[in-house]
């Protein structure tokens, strides 16, 4: 396209958002065996067209027309109904029959359950587009994994199929009930509602849930004190609330008041909920309820850590654009050293999240199949990538904003939707903070950092095994971020608990970036003629685990002299 001074907001008509980025396909492809992969290789390809076709267009117009809710029919009965605009209804349909969050519960090639690896890669497609309706999609996933592991059989018989089915006609979603009030991730201190049993031995629920997501799902997971149950997470249980009885009429406590006005994701409702004797089915009681709760916020966790390396990576996208299409002091802008290290760098963080998040969604398939070795290393995993995706997300977002000078804060542009859409996913699901937190519980009570390190050692082992010639500086610097995370965790236990939580936070960054740098260096041994897979292995492992950070600099320099436009645009490599 020739350059001009005014960027196109639009995707182009021949854009497919698979087909051009290798470094999915080539991260994807250590996840997924080649015959699953081939398998599936029609879904990402429509999906990677249909995203930039009509995906895009359905979001911008369902962000601008947000649901409504009508609580009252004319004659004055309570009907609490949330309308949509159709777009919605188009994104719905799409995710679900694309397999954005039903493709691990079905056969997929020779595998009888495509690996959540493909699934999470068809939601990174999908969520560059949308990120509004991936939430609902990630909630009826984390509904249907709960109930699946945790449910009485004749409960998961009747909603688990429901759930995840590719059907519209037949499908339903699933949200969470879990913020109250008082807010904050002290889900034990903060959880006021109430469960009682009636004398049918049925349940019911009373109490009020503040900040309601997919508020419209049939199928809500929340938490509730048990009778008698004592203070803390242990006296809490596990309820599915449905919104309609089994004979079809409405659930006749479950009543939603109103729907947030929020910063971003403002396509998807999300409601106060008030339950006032909702009927409720018992999924686990006290003791167990908060336990299989925490999978489903796990797995909500690794959803958000791919919607934010996503919304990187389309922030990343129209910053390329923009370099190819505008010109300035008389030349295209990307080819303005500045601009064109703004690329790089964004690139660089952009490939080593999606092969953090790739990697979990493996690890997270051996821990759901009983693989007692995969619980250290996923311990770790999980607060790192929600944290450090989250906060990529946050500052690529900006960062896209910035590449596209004032157009970027313009409303027709998606970045501005971006930045609103981002600013969520440090939140949601626990705070930077209470990732760190998590981590050092992992590491001091669960003892999960020796495992994690071995699962990090062994994708580095790989990168040495198939030859890693011109990796041998970003493996080095892996090895001595090793030195530097043992270190950590042995000081960890010889301090007080003030002085370990500071800790914390440095640590979950270390891990990481430690990691993420072993992967791409894995990345890079397995397509040894692939100079620009070698070139980001090294500039991730000097910019971010090299200790001293000159390295970095001085590395992003020679990149740029080298390969920078080859790092920052990536030749198609999808036939």
């Known amino acids: ?14 854009e497919n958002w698979y087909r051009e980025d290798p470094p999915l396909q080539q991260l994807l492809a250590l996840h997924v065996d080649e015959a699953t992969l081939g398998a599936a290789e029609h879904r990402l ?30 004659t ?21 029959i694309n397999g954005v969050f039903t493709a691990s519960w079905h056969e997929m090639g020779e595998a009888e359950r495509a690996p959540r690896a493909l699934t999470f890669a068809l939601g990174y497609l999908y969520a560059q587009a949308e990120a509004g309706y991936y939430c609902p999609a990630c909630m009826t996933d984390g509904a249907a994994f709960v109930l699946d592991r ?26 969470m009930y879990l913020t109250e009030k008082e807010g904050g991730s002290d889900v034990g201190a903060s959880t006021r509602t109430r469960a009682r049993q009636a004398e049918d031995g049925t349940w019911r629920l009373t109490g009020e849930k ?144 999606l092969a953090f998040t790739l990697d979990q969604a493996e690890v997270f398939d051996r821990w759901a199949e009983g693989e007692e070795d995969a619980r250290a290393p996923l311990r770790i995993l999980t607060p790192c990538a929600k944290a450090m995706t989250a906060k990529l997300g946050v500052a690529a977002a900006s960062e896209g904003c910035e590449l596209l000078g004032g157009q970027g804060y313009i409303e027709e542009y998606v970045t501005p939707r971006l930045l609103r859409d981002a600013q969520v996913l440090p939140i949601w699901e626990g705070t930077t903070n209470i990732q760190a937190l998590d981590l050092l519980r992992a590491v001091a009570r669960d003892r999960a950092l020796p495992g994690f390190l071995a699962h990090s050692s062994a994708r580095l082992a790989e990168a040495e095994a198939e ?23 042995e000081r960890l236990a010889s ?13 979950t960054r270390d891990a990481y970036h430690v990691h993420a740098a072993a992967l791409l260096a894995r990345r890079a041994a397995h397509h040894p003629d692939d100079d620009r897979a070698r070139e980001v292995a090294h500039l991730y ?21 080298d390969h920078g436009t080859e790092i920052a645009y990536p030749a198609t490599s999808h036939s």
């Open 45 to 74: 390809d429509d999906l990677g067209e249909l995203a930039p076709a009509d995906l895009d267009r359905w979001a911008r117009e369902a962000d601008r027309h947000e649901p409504t809710l009508e609580r009252r029919s004319p």
């Open 495 to 507: 301090v007080d608990r003030d002085t370990a939580e500071a800790m914390a936070i440095d640590l």
């Open 210 to 353: 503040w900040f309601a997501s997919n508020c419209t799902a049939e199928v809500a997971m929340a938490l509730a004190r048990m009778p008698d149950g004592e203070e803390g997470t242990e006296g809490l249980g596990l309820f599915l609330v449905p919104r309609h009885l089994s004979n079809g009429s409405p659930n006749p406590g479950l009543h939603l008041e109103r729907l947030k006005d929020k910063l971003g994701v403002q396509s998807m409702p999300t409601g106060e909920i008030v339950l006032d004797e909702a009927h409720a089915h018992l999924v686990q009681g006290a003791g167990s309820g908060f336990k299989a709760m925490a999978e489903m916020v796990n797995l909500s966790r690794l959803y958000n850590a791919v919607a934010s390396v996503a919304v990187a990576r389309r922030a990343l996208r129209e910053g390329q654009r923009a370099g190819r299409q505008r010109e300035t002091f008389g030349q295209p802008l990307h080819e303005h050293a500045l601009f064109l290290r703004d690329l790089v760098e964004l690139t660089v963080d952009v490939e080593g999240g």
């Open 467 to 489: 030859g890693h010639e011109g990796l041998e500086p970003a493996i080095a610097r892996v090895r001595e971020g090793y030195e530097r995370i043992e270190q950590a965790g």
């Open 150 to 175: 945790h449910a009485p059989e004749p409960l998961a018989e009747r909603f688990v199929p429901r759930l995840v089915s590719r059907d519209p006609d037949e499908g339903i979603e699933g949200a």
């Open 1 to 14: 396209m020739p350059s001009s001074s005014v960027i196109d907001p639009r995707p182009g008509d021949d």
């Open 541 to 561: 492992a000097a910019r971010h685990v090299a200790e001293d950070r000159s390295l970095g600099r001085r590395a992003v320099r020679q990149a740029l002299a």
């Open 76 to 96: 004055g009965e309570r009907v609490d109904r949330v309308d949509f605009h159709p777009a919605y209804e188009n994104l719905r349909l799409a995710a679900r």
